[in-house]
Each structure stands twice: as C-alpha cells, then as structure tokens.
C-alpha cells in the first residue's frame, strides 16, 4: 500500500517536472528556432553567395589580364607612340610632342600618298553603299522562296567559307592573264592586264569589284532579319491585295531597317581598315592604296620600329575622324529606326 | 508545306532581273574555281606542250600536281605538308581560345547577377563601337617585349580576346537557357564548375560548335596574322601566297600554285559541306541557336 503511495506520488512528481521542463522547452523553443532561421540563413545563403563571387572572380580574372594587356595596353601604348619618335642609334623612343601628328596632317592635306589613300577609303565606302539596294533585294529573292532560292542562298554563302586570298589570286590570274589570252585567241584583240595594268581610280574599282563580287555572303543577314518577320503580317497584308513589290517596300523594308541600319553603322568602322583586296592583288607595292592599305604595308615594311610612330599616329588621326563619324551616323539613323518588336 | 504554298511568290519583271543578277553571280564563281581546278588537274608536261596558255583545255589530265605541290611548295624550310599541319594548330587552337573566352564571359554574366557585368559587357559595346586604327605596331612591340613574337603560346593569347560580337550571343544564349537545370543540379550537390561544363554548356553545345567552325574557317584562310606575328611558322594560306608572289616569273610552276590553291579551299569546303544545315541553318533562322 505504502509502495503503491510512493509510486502514486514518484508519478506525480515525475508528472509536474516533466510539465516545467516542457514550459521551459517551450519558451526556448522559438528563441533557439530563430537563431537557428538567423544562423541558417546567414551560413548557407551567404557561403553560397561568397562561392559563386570566388567562381565568378576565377573566370573572369584570365579574361581580364588578357584585355588588360592586349586591349588596353596595346591602345595605350599606340597612343603614346604617336608622340615618339624612334632612336635607332640607342634603340629608344624620344618624345616628339606633336612632330608625327603635324607631319601626317602635312601629307593629308598636301596631296600625299595619305591623302589618296582616304579618298580611296571613302570612295569604296560609297560604292559599297550603292550596292545597297541590290544587297537588300537578293536575300528577299530568297526569303520569297522562288526558283532557286535554296541553291542561291548556298552560292552566296560560299565566299565566306572559302579563302578570299585564294579567291584574289585566281582572280587575278584571271582578270590579267586568261581573259587578254582569250580576248586575242577570240578577237584577235590586244588587251592589257585588267587588274594589274589599271592605274588610279581604275585599279580600285577593280579591285572593289572584287570584294563586291565576293562580299555578298553579309547579304544573308538580311535574309535572317526578314525571316523573323511575323508570318501573320505577310498573310494579312496578301489578303488586302498588296503585291511582292508593295510587300517588300511598304513591310519588310521598314521592318528590317534597323539591320540596315546596323550595316551602315558598323561600314564606318571598317572605312579605314578596309584593304580592298589590294594586298592580295599587290603584297606591298601598289601605288594606290586606301588608309587600311597603308597602314598594313607600312607596318609590315618597316625597318625595325622606324616607321611605327607615322603608323600610330595615322591611325590615331582616323580613328579621330572615324569614332565621332559613326556616333553621328548612329544619331542620324537612330531616328528612323521604326523600332518595331517582332 | 501548306505555309509554303499559301506564301508562293509569282515571278515578275523585278525578279527576273534579280534571278539574272544571281545566275551571273554563280557563273562567275563557277568559272573562277573552274578555271583553278581545272589547271591544278594539267599535267605539266600538257600545260608546256600548249605553250603555257592559261587559257586552254587540259589534254591529260592526273592527281599528280596535288601530290608534287607538296614537294614543290616551300617557305623558309617549311613544305607544303608542314604548312598545312601548321595551319591546323593554329586554326583549331585560334579558334578553341576565341570561342573559350566569349563563352566563359557571357556565361558568368548571364548566370550570376554582380553589378560588374555591366562593366563586362559594356567593355565589349565599346570596343565594338570604338575602333582604335593603327594599333599594330604597338602589339608588335608588346608581343617582342613579352617575348611572344613567333610563339604559338602568343599568338593564342592574343587571340583569346573576349571583346568580340561572339561573346554577346553566348550572353544571349544563356540568358535563354531555364535556370531549372542548373538549381535541380546544384539541389543534388554539383558545384558551380560542374554546373557550368555538364549541365550548361552541354545545353548549348550546337552554338559553341558552330561558332567555333565559323572561326576556324576564318582563321584558316587568314593569312596576314601569321605573316606578322608567326612568320617563322608559315601556315598553309600564308606560305602559298608567299610563295605565289615570289615564283611569279616561273611558268612551270602555275599548276602547283593552282593545286595548292585548291588543297587549300578544300578542307573549308568540305566543312561547309558537312555542316551547311547548321551554318546556313542557323544564319536564315535567325541568329546562332542553341
């Protein structure tokens, strides 16, 4: 009896600690589950975020050494060269001040090699805008699937695949050895070399006709811009009665304009850079150059670093001209731009 | 095909002088690389016999010019083969570093949100929009004083540039990509070098393979670069057109140059060939696609 007592009370005790320890677990509870959310969430998202920095920073680092060196440096370096001038005596650069930069002005406005050689950069700019209409109508040939698109839209691919210089040099071996044979087997006519025998204005249209002729892969951008033309515009418009003609001036046209925009654009850049072929034709000894001509040639021809200082400073001048050129051109046809979402 | 036939375009004068332009197009290539293929098959014994004319037909016709150009094509102690396995190694390795670079920026700027992307991608704007002419000479010099010139190590250091429209369609790319894939793999415990290579850029590897035959091409038939800055290393493009401008007054040499003319157009047309569907495919389509 007195054991079943004991017991009796042993459980009551057993009953009231057991109640104070579940109060005070209790109360601990959401104060060690909130440290526990606070910690939890410190630890986890925080070493999660500080491993995706230290991965981001791996990645990026050889990047960045790279364009720190070959970018930056490299320009910086152009552009201080441009007010040197190379001491062959003791192999060191001197500083000229503006000596290189007056000189290239000198010859630009003065009616030297340079001079041409813009002219030149600007007339094939020019003739590579005349092809533009014809540039924007081929891919639409082929957009509208008619006869022969598909083997057309390879044709005019091919350029890009294959070798231009290889392309240059059967060309001219063409222009100035086959066709003057063929022109006298034929018709018994004396002609001189077509390339090779132009001189002035004439070597670079035929040199330009070259790049013309084999530079129609870019076309195929145009195709892709109106490929993403909506299906639905096109159907609507056919069903209105407009015809291929109407379609391509009054929908595609508008709508893959700022492509063209684009292309006009980014021309700018490659005004002064454009060789025309002229290496390939000529290696270093044609007496009509354009600006990018230039620059190669007399870079490749230089004894030592003699001519490099001219080089960076004529390349500093252009791309003074070139840069601001084509901010205003991106201005100027930014307000045509239909911006059109499609 | 139904869509093909309602969207059926009947020809008109407009197009039939466009389809005239193109005809005259193709029969120009076709007569060029007619003409080149045509002579690289003319036995040189034929192409003396006919007084040298570059005009006329072949009577005997062999392989054996692709063969000699081999023997007969050199520069700077460099044959033909040599030239053409120096041009693969620059090729690919041209090629393997300037698609690496764009990728692994457009990757980290398309995955991970850190204010610095806008700086990345911003640098790639600016140098597309800024071009700095006449820098070349400057490269030259920082590669004599790294001593980098005529080293392939250098010259795939200085191509693997991440400043370039490449890296933009890679950014794009990703941006499309469902990030499903990468937090299930990160839930399963992959790290993020993991996430990247094999869950990521498998995701993507048609974009990475074209544009890395895109770039190969162009580095195969880029001839000036290596004339500069590997000019003890002459590849295939760049030894032939020295060779071309050095043995202009040797007749009999005509049909090696057109055979190794030839030799040198077929690798990237075979390539062309075999992945015509992805590279036109993808251009008419619009953009490069995953």
């Known amino acids: ?342 | 095909m139904k869509r093909d036939k309602a969207t059926k375009t009947k020809m008109n004068p407009v197009f039939a002088v466009t389809l005239g332009i193109m005809i005259l197009y193709t029969t120009i290539m076709f007569l060029l690389i007619g003409w080149g293929v045509m002579k690289s098959l003319q036995t040189v014994e034929d192409f003396v016999f006919q007084g040298l004319s570059y005009s006329a037909f072949p009577n005997e016709v062999g392989l054996d010019n692709y063969i000699s150009s081999f023997s007969h094509i050199k520069y700077k102690d460099t044959y033909f083969g040599g030239m053409f396995l120096n041009s693969i190694v620059y090729a690919a390795g041209c090629a393997a570093v300037s698609v690496l670079m764009p990728c692994l920026i457009g990757y980290v700027t398309a995955k991970i949100d850190v204010w610095f992307n806008k700086i990345l991608l911003g640098a790639v704007y600016f140098s597309m929009f800024f071009t700095c002419y006449g820098s070349m000479p400057s490269m030259i010099q920082v590669m004599n004083d790294l001593n980098l010139m005529n080293t392939w190590p250098g010259l795939f250091m200085m191509k693997a540039s991440f400043l370039s429209n490449t890296c933009l369609i890679f950014n794009a790319t990703f941006c499309g990509l469902s990030r499903e894939y990468s937090e299930a793999a990160t839930i399963d415990g992959a790290s993020h070098l993991d996430v990247m290579l094999k869950v990521n850029f498998p995701l993507i590897k048609t974009t990475i393979l074209v544009l890395f035959v895109t770039a190969f091409i162009t580095f195969w038939n880029d001839y000036q670069t290596p004339m500069i800055y590997l000019s003890d290393s002459p590849t295939a493009s760049y030894g032939l057109f020295v060779f071309n401008q050095s043995t202009n007054s040797y007749e009999d040499f005509l049909v090696y140059k057109v055979a190794g003319f030839v030799l040198i157009l077929a690798p990237t047309f075979l390539i062309f060939l075999l992945m015509k569907d992805y590279l036109l495919g993808n251009l008419t389509e619009g953009g490069v696609k995953g």
């Not at chain 1, 040197?84 to 003791?90: F, S, V």
Request: charged share 15%; proline share 4%; with cysteine.
């Open chain 1, 1 to 342: 009896m007195g054991r079943h007592r004991q017991e009796k009370d042993t459980t009551a005790f057993e009953r009231l600690k057991n109640k104070i320890s579940w109060f005070f677990y209790g109360l601990t509870q959401p104060v060690f589950a909130s440290l526990r959310r606070k910690n939890k969430g410190k630890t986890s998202i925080g070493g999660a975020r500080r491993s995706e920095l230290i991965f981001y920073s791996l990645i990026v680092a050889i990047p960045l050494i790279q364009v720190a060196i070959f970018y930056i440096y490299v320009n910086l370096n152009s552009f201080v060269m441009a007010f040197r001038k190379y001491d062959a005596d003791t192999s060191e650069y001197i500083w000229v001040g503006f000596t290189n930069l007056k000189d290239v002005l000198t010859e630009i406005f003065t009616g030297g090699v340079l001079q041409s050689a813009a002219i030149n950069s600007v007339l094939v700019y020019g003739l590579n805008l005349c092809l533009l209409p014809l540039q924007v109508f081929l891919p639409y040939y082929i957009y509208k699937k008619l006869p022969g698109a598909e083997f057309f839209k390879v044709m005019l691919f091919l350029p890009s695949v294959l070798s231009t210089m290889v392309l240059g040099l059967l060309y001219i071996s063409v222009m100035d050895i086959v066709v003057p044979e063929l022109a006298f087997k034929w018709f018994d006519k004396d002609l001189p070399a077509l390339l090779s025998g132009q001189a002035g204005y004439g070597r670079i249209i035929s040199a330009w006709t070259f790049s013309a002729i084999f530079g129609f892969a870019n076309v195929l951008m145009y195709t892709s811009a109106m490929g993403r033309i909506p299906q639905s515009i096109v159907e609507y418009a056919k069903l209105d009665g407009v015809s291929p003609l109407q379609e391509f001036f009054k929908i595609t046209l508008p709508l893959i304009l700022p492509t063209i925009m684009v292309y006009i654009t980014t021309g700018i850049a490659g005004i002064f850079t454009d060789q025309v072929n002229l290496f390939t034709f000529f290696n270093s000894g044609s007496t009509v150059q354009t600006v990018g001509y230039y620059i190669f040639t007399k870079t490749l021809t230089s004894t030592g670093y003699q001519a490099y200082p001219i080089v960076a400073a004529t390349g500093l001048i252009f791309s003074c001209v070139a840069t601001p050129l084509m901010l205003i051109v991106r201005k100027l046809v930014m307000r045509y731009d239909p911006e059109a979402e499609f």
